[in-house]
């Protein structure tokens, strides 16, 4: 294994073994949907069929509502849908 990718895998367990404490100090008080979002998508802790509809659904409301009042409503459903499910997926991982 050459030493950038030996360096690169180091880095990853490290981030790996702080994940699990992170989310016990944070926990569900991020709300940013949009990383939320972006997380759920790259760890694969939803379907694609789901994902697409989660979208959907959120950019219904915010036409529906606007901007403003469809912003934390958006972000309370990314979270409801997303967010347990990621951690699980992250802390299978780092069992591993």
Not at 9 to 12: A, G, H, K, N, P
């Given at each position: 294994m050459c030493a950038w990718a030996a360096s690169t895998?180091?880095?990853?367990r490290?981030?790996?073994d702080f994940l699990p404490r992170l989310f016990q100090v944070f926990g569900k008080t991020i709300r940013?949907?949009?990383?939320?979002?972006?997380?759920t998508g790259v760890s694969q802790a939803v379907s694609?069929?789901?994902l697409q509809k989660l979208v959907d659904d959120v950019l219904r409301l915010h036409n529906e509502?606007?901007?403003d009042r469809a912003y934390v409503q958006g972000n309370q459903l990314i979270q409801?849908?997303?967010?347990?499910?990621?951690?699980?997926v992250v802390?299978?991982?780092t069992a591993e």
């Open positions: 895998r180091d880095m990853q490290q981030t790996m940013c949907g949009e990383l939320i979002l972006w997380m694609t069929e789901e509502l606007g901007y409801d849908t997303c967010f347990d499910r990621m951690i699980e802390l299978k991982n």
